[in-house]
Structures are given as C-alpha cells and as structure tokens.
C-alpha cells in the first residue's frame, strides 16, 4: 500500500512516470487477483427515473413534467427478469432516482396507483418478486440509505451499492456538479457505507472522476472508502468511473476525463485500497478500455447482452467475446462471476440470508460453466 502523500504526488504522472505507476499497480493485482478478469453478466432494472436529486452529470433523471418520467410496472420488471435469466444472466441490477416522492407529486400519484406510498418499499417488494419468480440475484443501487433501509433490503439482495462519487463538500456549491443533491453530501454518502459495514452487506461503491474534484480529493475519497473496509471488511469492489458530458445536462460543456487521467487513478485506486477490494473500471465508457488492465483492474463490471446501460446510454456494451479478446491478448482469461463475489459467499450466512445462500450456490455453478464455456471458445 503507498502513502496518502505518496499517491498525491502522482497527479501529474505522465510518460515513464505512468508507465512505471501502472507497472506497479498491475503486478500488486497479478499477486492479489492472478491473471483472471471477471465480469457480471446482468440486466438492468430502472425501477424509476424520477430523482429528489438534479447531479449536473445525469441524463438517467427525469423531470415529472417529461412524458418519459416513470416507474416500471411489476410486469415489466419481471418480464426483464426473465429475458435476462433466458441469456443466462445471473443478476438484476436495481438502479433508480432516490426518494422521487419527496419532491414530486407525480411520483407519489404514480406510486399510489401501484399501491406504495414510499420508493423504498417498492423497490423492497420488486426485489423480492425477482428472486420469487426468476433465478435472478438482486443487487440494490440506490443511492443514500439509512441503517433501517439497509437493513430491511438485505434479505431481498445478494449485494448492494452506492457509489461514493467524491468526498468533495465544494461540489455541493451552486454551479458545481452537487448542487441541490440532498443525497449527494459526503456525510450521507459515507454513512451510508458505515452502516452497511455495520449489517455485514457485500458492498459495491466508487469514485466518479472528473467532476470537478481535485486530484487530491480524489485521493481522499480512496483513504475514505479504505478507512470504512478496515473497520468492517464489506467492500468487495471499488468502481473508477470517468465522467461521460451530456447533452442538455448543466455539465455538457465540462471536459472529460482522458485516458491517461483513468489509468493513474486505477492504479493509485490498486495500490491505496487492500488487496481483497477488486477494483472495476466499466468497458463501455472509453474506447481503449483494454489498457485499464495494463493499469491495475481485475474487474468489468456488469455487462448485459439484453438490456443498455440507462446511465451512460448512448455508449454500448461491447460484445463478451470482445471483452473476452481483449483480456486473452494481453495474457489475462475472462469469467463470469456473480454479484456477490465470491469471499463473501462461504461465511456461515454473515453476508448473505439464509434464503439467499442455495441461489447463490447453484448460481456459482453456471457461472463457472459459463467461464469454461468463454474460455474454450477463445482457445
Ligand atoms: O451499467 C451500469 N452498472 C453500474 N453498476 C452495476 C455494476 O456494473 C455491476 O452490476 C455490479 O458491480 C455487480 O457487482 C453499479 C453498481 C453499484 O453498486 C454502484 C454503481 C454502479 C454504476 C453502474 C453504472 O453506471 N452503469
Ligand atoms: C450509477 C452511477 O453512475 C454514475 N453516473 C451518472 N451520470 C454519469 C455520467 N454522465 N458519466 C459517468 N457516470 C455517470 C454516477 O456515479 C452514479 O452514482
Ligand atoms: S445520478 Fe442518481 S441521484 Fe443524481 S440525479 Fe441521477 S438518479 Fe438522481
């Protein structure tokens, strides 16, 4: 593990120095993670679109006077569900605004015509209909979420998540990305991630990089998120996500992080955080996303060959066997592996409910089928 010093003097790491940088953090990862890349095959699941929050960066947010603004019906959750599982899929990603009904009408006339009266609860019930009816995992992205909404989702997801996005509070200043984002404080975001440490949840989170933080904030976020994992051990991957500009959003004029900018806060990301944390950059948000492995990732992300990726939708997944090539021709394998990872998997139900634990099981044996299926095909 480097220093908090020593990683904030790579902010300008450029050439050799980079070089050097990514060399050091790819063989911390060879020696933690081995030569094999994985990835989570996955549908997506809007629940809705509607947000109490307006992040200068999103275009997944939909104001409640757009014809678009909406939540899924139960059908429609589960007919998703069950196109996904039909391409063999293993996990339903529940992406959503946060808390619509405490800021919009329609959201709350729209969940009372579905017989809810909170977001939450909703999403509690959509959850539990997936794992009745499909053989899908849950995996809960939410947003901010206090000890009791944690804790009432846990039997009803495999993993959850919420990405950090940064530590910064001067993001929360007028014209800045976190303007009037009541779920978008530091403190909430970091609660958040304390008490899911606290239920033993296996716990996704990350930075978004170039949103106007600085290099050393970023740093920051890292320690942050490494401080909350040494005092619980439940975050079992940390995504380094490079901001996409948007058209009609506020932030559509603002620069986009590069490639080199990715690669030193993937390895810094490798070397700040323990080993145990798998580090996920996603392939569809930059065109030479293979180099990232160069860089220190052992991870993809949820990949879906069903459903887009309603947060960055104008950007594609590329093929699995794309992926797969692109592993294979720098020396690395690709394999399936499932929402929950697997150490989290075997821990006398710490992590996982008892009615989630024989799922997972049987799950872990498609995926590892899946694998050998992938890799035969390259070879
Ligand atoms: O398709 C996406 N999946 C996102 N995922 C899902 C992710 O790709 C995988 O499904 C999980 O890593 C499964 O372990 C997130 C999951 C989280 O818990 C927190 C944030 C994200 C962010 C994205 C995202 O922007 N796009
Ligand atoms: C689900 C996650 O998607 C990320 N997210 C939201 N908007 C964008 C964008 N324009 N570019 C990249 N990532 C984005 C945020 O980090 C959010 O937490
Ligand atoms: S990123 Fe999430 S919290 Fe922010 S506006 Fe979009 S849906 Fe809401």
């Known amino acids: 593990m480097i220093s908090v ?120 019930d959509q959850c539990e209909s997936v794992l009745t009816h499909t053989t899908l995992l849950p995996h809960v992205n939410a947003g901010a979420l206090s000890f009791d909404e944690l804790k009432r989702l846990k039997p009803v997801a495999a993993s959850m998540g919420m990405m950090l996005e940064n530590v910064s509070n001067e993001l929360l200043k007028k014209g800045q990305a976190h303007y009037a984002c009541p779920d978008k404080t530091p403190k909430r975001r970091l609660d958040t991630i304390e008490q899911a440490g606290r239920l033993d949840i296996a716990f996704t989170t990350g930075i978004l990089i170039g949103i106007g933080e600085s290099w050393e904030e970023r740093v920051l976020s890292l320690i942050a998120i490494r401080d909350r994992h040494l005092a619980y051990g439940h975050v079992q991957e940390v995504i380094i996500q490079n901001f996409r500009a948007k058209a009609g959003t506020a932030m559509a004029g603002c620069q986009e992080p590069d490639l080199d900018d990715m690669k030193r806060t993937i390895a810094v990301a490798r070397l700040i955080l323990p080993d145990d944390i ?6 569809n ?73 024989q799922r ?16 035969g095909d390259i070879a």
């Open 5 to 124: 010093s020593e990683a904030i003097s790579y902010e300008f790491a450029t050439g050799p120095d980079l070089y050097a940088l990514c060399q050091q953090a790819a063989s911390a990862r060879d020696n933690a993670w081995g030569t094999q890349l994985t990835f989570s095959k996955k549908v997506f699941i809007p629940l809705t679109n509607m947000c109490r929050d307006s992040c200068g960066y999103c275009t997944f947010v939909q104001s409640p006077d757009s014809i678009h603004s909406n939540y899924m019906t139960p059908e429609q959750v589960l007919k998703t569900a069950h196109e996904g599982a039909a391409l063999d899929c293993k996990e339903a990603l529940f992406s959503l605004g946060e808390r619509p009904e405490e800021r919009h009408q329609k959201a709350r006339d729209l969940l009372a015509a579905l017989g809810y009266d909170s977001t939450l609860d909703y999403l509690h």
């Open 278 to 283: 798998s580090i996920q950059a996603p392939p």
């Open 285 to 357: 948000l930059e065109v030479e996303y293979g180099s990232y492995i160069n860089a220190g990732i052992n991870d993809w992300g949820g990949i879906s060959p069903l459903t887009k990726d309603f947060i960055n939708p104008e950007r594609a997944w590329p093929q699995i066997s794309s992926v797969a090539q692109a592993c294979e021709g720098l020396g690395y394998s690709l394999a399936e592996r499932l929402t929950i990872y697997d150490r989290f998997q075997h821990q006398e139900q710490k992590y996982l409910t008892p009615n989630l634990t």
């Open 360 to 375: 997972v099981a049987s799950l872990m044996s498609r995926a590892a089928q899946a694998s050998r299926q992938l890799q």
